[in-house]
């Protein structure tokens, strides 16, 4: 059962353009959000986060959005450049108590690429 | 540079053979986590440490342990590989629970 999913494996976009990459998930219970960035041979690298009491949390070229009701969130890459080109993964946080608490659970990425 | 540091970078192993794969940090963070990686699948939590706390996930093999013999470094160690154990395996580190997570490398695993 896949709790976090990114159905978009891909997406091709535009130097200068907006970039949108988008996530759902299933578990109501989830509190906070999160985008990493990977590039190849690298591990994942935080990007921006979210918490379920805001809507929208912004970081210079990158918007997150929530949307509890729709349980979706989105990054919004504007101005996209060639160096974001990446997978990107969202991944949410388990707010349950104990051995969970913290837990991340990933989507499965999303590949954008940036032409110039 | 702190940093999470995985070594190897590349594993070949042999169907059943054990092998240990190594994550150290610089970072003193207090939480750290393995994670699988299968081929453009979601990263996959195994377990984790906070300090010397280990916490296993439900759904991970017994075929899979690991040893955090201290705050830098953590091991998972595989008794019998399969064929199906090659994948990515992912190091990660937070200051603590619900913070941002840093990743090493990763270490490829092939099982021959």
């Known amino acids: 059962d896949q709790q976090v999913k990114q159905n978009s494996p891909s997406l091709s976009v535009q130097e200068g353009r907006i970039s949108i990459l988008n996530c759902d998930y299933t578990n109501s219970m989830f509190d906070y959000f999160l985008w990493y960035k990977k590039y190849p041979a690298e591990g994942p690298t935080f990007l921006i986060s979210?918490?379920?009491?805001?809507d929208k949390n912004e970081d210079g070229r990158f918007t997150v959005f929530l949307n509890k009701s729709a349980k979706h969130l989105s990054l919004h890459i504007v101005p996209s450049q060639p160096g974001d080109s990446a997978v990107y993964f969202c991944?949410?946080?388990?707010?349950?108590?104990?051995?969970?608490?913290?837990?991340?659970?990933f989507g499965q990425g999303t590949i954008l690429t940036v032409h110039p | 540079d702190a940093m999470v540091i995985q070594n190897p970078r590349y594993q070949v192993t042999q169907f059943g053979k054990p092998v240990t794969l190594s994550c150290s940090q610089t970072l003193n963070h207090n939480v750290m986590y393995w994670y699988q990686q299968k081929s453009s699948q979601a990263p996959k939590l195994l377990f984790h440490?906070?300090?010397?706390?280990?916490?296993n996930e439900a759904d991970t093999p017994d075929n899979f342990q690991s040893r955090r013999p201290n705050t830098s470094f953590c091991f998972l160690d595989i008794r019998s590989p399969g064929l199906g154990d090659a994948a990515m395996y992912l190091c990660?580190?937070?200051?603590?629970?619900?913070?941002?997570?840093?990743f090493g490398p990763g270490t490829r695993l092939t099982v021959t």
């Open positions: 979210i918490s379920s009491i805001k």
């Open positions: 440490y906070y300090d010397k706390d280990f916490n």
């Open positions: 990660a580190t937070s200051r603590v629970k619900r913070d941002e997570q840093y």
């Open positions: 991944a949410a946080s388990d707010p349950a108590g104990g051995t969970s608490y913290g837990k991340l659970t």
